[in-house]
């Protein structure tokens, strides 16, 4: 029923905002390096106004759709910054996937995850090598459509996926930043993993480890 599948969701932009407040200052450290140090504080206050607009919406009614497009909204407005525009493009990506008055099967999930990795590649324009969160988004989702259409069921799947963003986030390290620094700052994040990357990973985990419940 579509109130409830809101109500889940509202449930997953719960837990994302929790996982930014608890990685919050290990973000802010790795943006620090070669950034501007400000990527924690940019998650939180993301998540955290999606958090709002999200609840919001839920006590207007909204079904599933309405709900992640106006939590992806409220995600770059409340972030400022590249990540929160990526994030919130991605939400509202996800929910363009869903409709408001049906229910969503796993296919949906995948659907709209696929979707939301699309939405960021699309918007930020990175490459991958640039050391983005595409480097690890653009892998999960290819793990995810991989394991999905080879029968796995969702949970599985996303496990499996954001194992597969886990270790790729870990492997930005050995690149030098390309996109939207200087080529010194891009040298100094040699051996620094991508903030951007990482909190794509650790939300992705989270994600994964909730759906398995
Ligand atoms: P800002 O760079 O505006 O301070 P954040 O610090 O919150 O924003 O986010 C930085 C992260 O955003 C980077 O670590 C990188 O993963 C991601 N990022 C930056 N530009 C792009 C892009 N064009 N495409 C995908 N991800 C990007
Ligand atoms: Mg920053
Ligand atoms: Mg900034």
Redesign the pocket.
Known sequence: ESRSLAASLHEIVKLLESVCAEHEDE?GR??AVA?????????VL?SRGAVEAGREALNRGAGARTLLVHAGTAWAES????????WGSALTAAGRALSDDASADAAAGVEALLNAVEA??R????KLG????????APFAAELQARFEGGADLPSALTSAAGVATRAAAETAELR?R???SRVLGDKSLGTP???????ALLMEALAEHLKK
């Open positions: 973000l790795l943006d950034g501007d140090g400000d990527h924690g504080q940019g998650m993301g972030a400022g910054g590249t990540s929160g525009a990526l960021v590649q918007l930020g324009g990175a640039d050391k983005t969160m595409v480097d690890a988004a930043a996109l939207g620094r991508d903030p951007g990357a990482t909190s794509f």
